[in-house]
């Protein structure tokens, strides 16, 4: 896990063409260290979720 805090803000995050591996170092980044994050499920594939590592399964 990043030691590096973000700064309070909103981020928006596109999925892109959904395949997990096209999104951005950023994209991933900013998944991972999140507090809160909003999808719409029938935009984001499940496997984009992986980057979610605090969010409760």
Not at 11 to 23: F, K
């Given at each position: 896990?990043?030691?590096?805090?973000l700064?309070?803000?909103?981020?928006?995050?596109?999925?892109?063409?959904?395949?997990?591996?096209?999104?951005?170092?950023?994209?991933?980044?900013?998944?991972?260290e999140?507090?809160?994050?909003?999808?719409?499920?029938?935009?984001?594939?499940?496997?984009?979720?992986?980057?979610?590592?605090?969010?409760?399964?």
């Amino acid at each position: 896990m990043s030691t590096h805090l973000l700064a309070p803000a909103v981020y928006i995050v596109g999925a892109g063409p959904g395949d997990p591996e096209l999104l951005t170092v950023k994209a991933q980044r900013l998944l991972s260290e999140a507090d809160v994050i909003l999808f719409a499920d029938s935009l984001v594939p499940r496997s984009i979720l992986k980057w979610c590592d605090r969010m409760p399964r």
